[in-house]
């Protein structure tokens, strides 16, 4: 009687994830590849069979969708079980690749982006997908998802109307194209970024370093932070640590100087996209080090240079000053963490010597963003021939006004709402001296707020009327929640104020193209509030100047009298 061969057990899930031969061992023991490596040997089994035509989704893959990642849930996971993703036939892919690279992105140009060359690979093989190895794939499912927030493609949208372009005028001036748009395409997206999570598990994006899953975990950090904010970046965490253990690889001279400042700029990035949500600081000091290149002059010695600068016109001054500006304000943004938002200095009370010093570095700052967009706007207004060796892209000049101002802003709303925050929830106990002087300290923060988002309303006008910024709605609503609050508490509303409230709500209409904002409660009740403030301080404005020869009984006369009778 012929003896059958018994049956090969299954592949590990290392080897599996890596396409290797497995030799699994006998009762339980590792495969010699996981010995040698020193890693736990483990197995998950896999259901074999003919693989059904239309497959729903199993419990098990909910269960997974459900704890996979933090921003994943059931409404989602349910979403997933009744409409299946779209055909990502080469047509649609190549589609979603050119929205991914569109001229305001800011991740298409990440300096990681080069090291791997995925626009090329995808390209060599006709951008069919399944003919990529795993990790290439999981970074092309990544860029797919990222791109399908911006796409315009029916396959995305669905039925309804939509732009032939992302520079289509008359389409981006109407706010109901744009929220319909955002509504449509949430669900589309959703299924595009739960195929792109589980390609990048399945290939141990996490846990394996490489330059694609770096970027891999970079870009679902992004689509988690646009979906939902939860309490944790795991994914930020992991792009973080695979970006030390590769430089450490890369670094084996000083850092040149461009490469440095496009590294400075993405780090920067990131520690302002956590400390917009109030969350840890994953970039140290020493990566900066490491990845932008040696410490610059102090700040105070950055603005003394631009000052002892003869020609405020002069363009290499102000590219030189780019660098060493991101380089503090990355600082800056730690110190804030480490000293009065971080978590663990919330055990304590609020050190007024803390704030005092954040405070005089914001100042600082202020000053040399100051000059540094005095340069700008000179380079603005002051046409340069192309020929000239002194020519520099005026949309260049605009997108370093934009860094420069979110950069600043960012800082000074989170330092202002976090004084606010420690006022409402702080003892009652201190003294009239001490809460004097906090509530001092309290206003130069509110200003430099103020400030803050006079220059990023500022730096958005001179942006091109359709595009797409790399800010979370959530940053954007506190924005736009802080300045319709000083609007509203001011005796009177002048017309800057009223130029950034509107710069403020289409601004975050403009995300709706991309985003299902009216779903947000909070989001849809701000929209109104902004549209009934405008509307009647524009009919203030447009309205009949008041008789001042009107009779002294009248009641505005009575109110006057009364605050001018104050000052005596």
Not at 147 to 152: D, E, M, N, R, T
Request: proline residues 7%; glycine residues 4%; hydrophobic residues 45%.
């Amino acid at each position: 009687m012929p003896t059958t061969k018994p049956k090969k057990p299954p592949a590990c899930d290392a080897c599996k994830a890596r396409r290797v031969l497995c030799h699994p061992q006998p009762n339980g023991a590792p495969c010699p590849r996981c010995a040698e490596k020193d890693v736990e040997c483990t197995t998950t089994p896999s259901l074999r069979g003919r693989r059904r035509k239309n497959p729903g989704a199993s419990p098990e893959s909910l269960i997974w969708l459900d704890t996979a990642s933090p921003s994943v849930s059931l409404d989602a996971a349910q979403a997933l079980e009744k409409r299946q993703g779209p055909d990502l036939n080469p047509s649609l892919v190549a589609h979603l690749f050119q929205c991914f690279d569109n001229d305001s992105s800011v991740h298409s140009r990440h300096p990681l982006m080069a090291r791997i060359s995925i626009q090329t690979d995808v390209r060599a093989v006709s951008f069919q997908l399944h003919l990529l190895p795993p990790e290439r794939r999981a970074v092309a499912l990544c860029i797919i998802a990222t791109g399908s927030l911006v796409s315009f493609h029916e396959a995305i949208l669905g039925d309804g109307p939509r732009p032939e372009s992302l520079t289509d005028p008359i389409f981006f001036s109407l706010r109901r194209n744009l929220l319909g748009c955002g509504a449509r395409r949430v669900q589309t997206h959703r299924v595009l970024h739960m195929e792109a999570l589980k390609a990048a598990w399945d290939c141990g994006a996490m846990l394996q370093v490489s330059k694609e899953n770096a970027v891999s975990c970079l870009l679902l950090d992004v689509l988690e932070q646009t979906d939902t904010c939860g309490p944790t970046r795991p994914w930020a965490a992991a792009y973080v640590s695979h970006l030390r253990a590769l430089a450490a690889e890369w670094r084996t001279s000083t850092v040149p100087e461009r490469e440095g400042a496009e590294w400075a700029g993405y780090l920067m990035g990131e520690v302002l996209s956590a400390t917009s949500s109030r969350k840890p600081i994953l970039i140290t000091h020493s990566d900066q080090l490491l990845l932008s290149g040696l410490e610059p002059a102090s700040a105070e010695a950055l603005l003394a240079s631009l000052d002892a600068s003869v020609r405020p016109s002069d363009l290499i001054v102000l590219l030189l000053a780019l660098r060493p500006y991101i380089f503090h304000v990355t600082c800056l943004a730690r110190q804030l963490w480490d000293t009065i938002t971080g978590d663990n200095v919330r055990l304590s009370p609020l050190s007024e010597v803390a704030v005092i010093r954040l405070l005089s570095a914001l100042s600082v700052t202020h000053a040399i963003l100051t000059r540094l967009l005095e340069r700008i706007d000179t380079a603005l207004l002051v046409p340069v021939p192309k020929t000239s060796p002194a020519h520099v892209n005026h949309d260049l000049l605009r997108k370093c006004a934009m860094v420069i101002s979110t950069s600043f802003a960012i800082i000074a709303l989170s330092l202002h709402r976090e004084l606010e925050y420690r006022e409402r929830t702080g003892t009652t106990d201190e003294s009239a001296h001490i809460q004097a002087r906090m509530g001092l300290l309290r206003a130069q923060a509110r200003d430099m707020a103020l400030l803050g988002t006079r220059a990023l309303c500022r730096a958005i006008r001179q942006l091109p009327p359709i595009h797409f910024l790399e800010i979370k709605l959530s940053t954007l609503r506190d924005y736009a929640q802080f300045a319709l609050a000083d609007a509203e508490a001011a005796p009177f509303v002048s017309h800057e104020q009223l130029a950034d409230l509107e710069t403020l709500a289409q601004e975050i209409a403009l995300q709706g193209y991309s985003l299902d904002i009216l779903a947000s409660p909070e989001t849809a009740l701000l929209l109104s509030r902004l549209e009934v403030y405008l509307a009647n301080a524009q009919n203030a404005l447009n309205g009949p100047i008041p008789d001042m020869f009107m009779p002294a009984e009248e009641q505005w006369i009575l109110n006057a009298t009364a605050e001018v009778g104050t000052f005596w």
